[in-house]
């Protein structure tokens, strides 16, 4: 069965992801503490111009304003039973977006992890887990989204959980997780041990890859660990702009545009087909790296 994403990608060999969310969103008033999913619902002209802002700067794909849009993270703010309707939403605004950028950009329905621990170590039971990825990826499909993205997972049981949410949604999915410098994600798991483990997948996804972690070098090392095992799926990398420093009360990413540029070129060489960035990733980066990846012969630096 084809998809979209999976036309895409064979048409023009590599796809360009998006940046920041909560980066972006911070920059245009969002204040610490709060959840960004409400304001699918209570800011929709600002969600409009976060996807357009990937849009407009050469991105195939974005993902939409629903990270933390399951029960588990919204009850935090008493809203878990709006998990439904904010990725719903967040999926019809970047729908609408996507139809109107005059080329085939796909919307791609962010689903981050549940904040708990699964079982044996936690309490969160792999029922339970399966239940709040389907809910949202329910939602997601209903708005409009071409596909499903699993981000910045660090269990490999949570990870397996989110490919049930997604089957029993019927929506198509990529996922990524999250590796820190010693090539590991928080739960211990390998770059390596993640190729195994998606391959081993019943309801698996239709590429998989990095996100987030560390600096932008740091998840190259992770790609090229990825591509060492020789993968039959796409490989995604989503770097962050560099390192978070705390200046005047912000937290700013040290990643220049000229640097992020490089590191899409670099991801590229190592393996990666699906390339965006995560943390500190803004428009300005996008421009360049969309610049960089059309102008720079596949295999040169």
């Not at 041990?193 to 070098?217: K, W």
Request: aromatic share 6%; net charge negative; proline share 4%.
């Amino acid at each position: 069965m084809t998809h979209i994403l999976s036309d895409l990608l064979s048409e023009k060999g590599t796809l360009l992801a998006d940046g920041a969310t909560g980066t972006n969103l911070f920059n245009m008033g969002l204040m610490s503490g709060d959840a960004p999913e409400f304001w699918n619902t209570d800011e929709p002209k600002k969600i409009v111009a976060l996807y357009k802002g990937a849009v407009d700067a050469g991105s195939d794909l974005f993902l939409t304003n629903s990270f933390g849009a399951n029960a588990s993270r919204l009850k935090l703010h008493d809203a878990a039973k709006r998990a439904h309707e904010l990725s719903r939403v967040s999926a019809e605004i970047g729908r609408e977006v996507a139809d109107r950028a005059g080329r085939k950009v796909i919307v791609a329905g962010s689903v981050g992890p549940t904040g708990e621990i699964m079982e044996p170590v936690g309490t969160l039971s792999h029922a339970l887990a399966v239940e709040m990825f389907h809910e949202t990826a329910d939602g997601l499909k209903e708005g409009g989204a071409d596909v499903g993205w699993l981000e910045t997972i660090s269990a490999p049981e949570e990870y397996r959980a989110a490919a049930e949410g997604f089957a029993r949604a019927g929506l198509p999915w990529c996922g990524t997780m999250s590796f820190d410098t010693a090539g590991r994600t928080m739960m211990g798991l390998t770059s390596e041990g993640m190729v195994d483990m998606v391959e081993e997948l019943e309801d698996g996804p239709l590429a998989f890859g990095a996100n987030c972690g560390t600096g932008a070098s740091d998840l190259l090392r992770t790609v090229l660990g990825f591509a060492a095992k020789e993968p039959k799926l796409p490989i995604i990398a989503k770097g962050n702009a560099g390192i978070p420093k705390y200046v005047d009360g912000h937290i700013h990413y040290d990643g220049t545009p000229e640097l992020m540029a490089q590191y899409a070129v670099m991801a590229r060489n190592c393996g990666a087909s699906i390339i965006g960035g995560c943390c500190g990733t803004m428009p300005e980066h996008l421009r360049l790296m969309r610049e960089a990846l059309d102008t720079t012969p596949k295999g040169s630096a």
